[in-house]
């Protein structure tokens, strides 16, 4: 054990960015456990942190490139594979223009930092309209909601769980995810401690979660009426004098704007649709404003419906007129060390967001975040004429099993002149790929987290430097990503990406630092690539040394040295309102034009009936991704890939716990096992999404065993919030029978290993 060494590690697979120990003996991981010292999450771990081992060491993990050819992948040289990128893609762009390619990324990127700071060197220099991400399956409502009232995507109220006394969650399950545009490690030990010392936490969820499984108390909501509830809580606080700014009346624009759009939603209007009780929801809107200190929080149960954004916007309306925004025990806002909009520039004023600078050309779905809406994808290829999308980039993202209507992107994908997918698997997506570029094992690149310290509980700054060394012919990703560029611009395969980041580097830093240019570029000699963006952005950030002018601030090489110790604990979160705005008025904008339209979409929905049967989503620890289901640690156990049936509903439909069932959303249709239990709501199921590895050639071996079901082969591509473009994924109406192939039904408690393979 004497070659034994000790590595701290952050782990990038969910937001809840926890601190690894692991320990190495000959190139080999030994163990993982949670770092007791980290900062932000003080030994926490969950499943997904040990599985890190597995991922590393997958059989099925690609390491090096493939080239299709004849319709088979062989292996091929990375010089093969840009030379053959080379040859094919400058051609078809010369012929069609630059929108005859997109672009999709995906959720991995963002825990990736050379994904995330030079992804969009590779867009500009398509400069392609057609960019797609995740964003747009998730959180897209909550970044625009949150644009709109304080001037930035990532501007997101968060609360302020270690003060709260009230805390009422929508929507979301923090036991499960640790967070989710909000991270909080350990959720449940800090709602425990929320409730030693007297606070209530209260769920609100179309399903008893593993959350409300620990709350104070749990309301059942029928899917997809959101709005209604927040909306009726609203026009409860002025309707009965509760409306309180508390520490920011100053700086908050649009209050009788917002109490003359709610008159429409009273409790008595809102509650059949709703499914919660007239007094119920009264009560719910005098706890919240009667609390001392109180924090309302949804996520993607409210986000990935068709009012989505409205969802968003009214969580932060309800925090805002309790008195509970930006101040302690309610939501404030997070000051990240480094690459934060909210921390760069005059502070408390600024552009504002903007959407819709350019639209889809088939459904004109307007432009969002720079990025349109992912259900766009497969018509933008399928439909002839000037700007259709022939080449396509695809980014750490599979769509084909995370999209609605999978089966046709599918199809679609077949039907492109040429894909390249940067991946560490051959999916369900990237079998369609003419030429597929690996990543880095997680454990062989460093690690910053660019989006999350502005999401976090806690402020902080934690860096984590490889733990083990990559193969020496294997480029880092964001050197992949520049070749790609450089081919793009017609600068050949050749070309030295390092080179090509020094030139451009020097470029920014003119553009940023003007004068004072030659003396970053000094500054940051030695470094490369996002270590040198990374340098720059903590030395010019609010904690930074200012390159000299603030001795004791940061620099990378203090964050750095600070890996063994847990990083560097920036404090609570404090108050920040004014200086954090970025709106054009310097105020939050409590009524966002554009949002007040659309809650008269709603308004006219008040009426409609709800359907019989719909279905929803769900997350579980081990398989928030859908490559998650090919990690041993995570794969085994009991099959989880089944439909949730309240008993009424069994009962109603003639369905038996643990046979098949055919469920149905008009031409579409998928078969489920059905798990029947009391943690539904009636009238809801529930089906986890990222499954379905049963497709042709997609190279998951373990995932393949228990395949599961799609639950996005189901859902309507068509179906979107019209504000943010995100996709309905839930509360969609579907019908249910048995199915007559009940021999395809697995053993609920079956499990296995690698070792059964």
Sequence with gaps: ????????????????????????????????????????????????????????????????????????????????????????????????????????????????????????????????????????????????????????????????????????????????????????????????????????????????????????????????????????????????????????????????????????FTPEAVATRCGISVDTIRTLARDLAGASRAAVYARIGTCTQEYGTLASWLVDVLNTLTGNLDREGGVLFAKSAAFAANTIGKPGIGKGVTTGRHHARVSGAPEVYGELPITCLAEEIETAGEGQVRALFTVATNPVLSNPNGPRLAKALDSLEFMVSMDIYLNETTRHADVILPGLSPLEELHFDVAFPQLSWRNHARYSPPVLPSAHDQPEEWQTLLKLAAIVLGKGAQVDANALDDAQFAEDAQRLFGAHADAVIHATKGLQGPQRTLEVALRAGPYGDQFGRNPNGLTLAKVMASNHTGGIDLGELQPRIPEMLRTPSGKVELAPPSLLQDLQRATQDLLRLAPDLVIIGRRDVRTNNSWMHNLPVLAKGPFRCTVLVHPEDAARLHLQDGA?????????????????????????????????????GAKLHLAAERPGTNLNALLDDQLRDPLSGNAVLGGVAVTMRPASAQALAPTAGQTFSRATM
């Design 1 to 264: 054990m004497t070659d034994t060494t000790t590595h701290h590690r952050i782990c990038p697979l969910c937001e809840a960015c926890c601190g690894l120990e692991i320990k190495v003996q000959s190139s080999k991981v030994i163990s993982i456990r949670g770092h007791d010292a980290d900062v932000l999450s003080a030994g926490y771990i969950c499943p997904k942190g040990v599985a890190l081992k597995d991922l590393h060491e997958d059989p099925d993990r690609l390491r090096t490139p493939l080239i299709k050819r004849n319709g088979v992948f062989a292996q091929a040289s990375w010089e093969e594979a840009f030379a053959e990128i080379e040859r094919r893609l400058p051609p078809l762009m010369a012929a069609h223009g630059r929108n005859a390619t997109a672009v999709v990324v995906g959720n991995p990127s963002a825990h990736k930092i050379g994904l995330l700071t030079y992804f969009g060197k590779l867009a500009r220099a398509l400069g392609t309209k057609n960019v797609f991400s995740a964003s747009t399956l998730d959180q897209m409502p909550k970044q625009l909601a949150s644009g709109l009232m304080f001037g930035h995507w990532l501007s997101v109220a968060l609360p302020d769980i270690s003060h709260t006394d009230y805390l009422l969650v929508l929507g979301a399950n923090p036991l499960v995810s640790n967070g989710s545009m909000w991270t909080v490690p350990d959720f449940k030990g800090k709602a425990k401690a929320l409730q030693a010392r007297g606070g209530r936490l209260v769920v609100i969820d179309p399903r008893r979660t593993e959350t409300a499984a620990v709350a104070d108390s749990h309301h059942f909501i029928r899917p997809n009426a959101d709005v209604f509830l927040l909306a009726a809580m609203v026009h409860t606080l002025f309707a009965d004098g509760l409306v309180n700014l508390g520490a920011v009346p100053d700086s908050v624009n649009g209050v009788s704007e917002v109490q003359q759009a709610v008159a429409p």
């Design 660 to 696: 098949m069932v055919d469920i149905h959303n008009g031409p579409r249709s998928v078969q489920a096992q059905v798990h029947i239990s009391n943690e539904m709501m009636p009238g809801v199921v529930s089906l986890p999404h990222g499954w379905g590895h049963n497709l042709p």
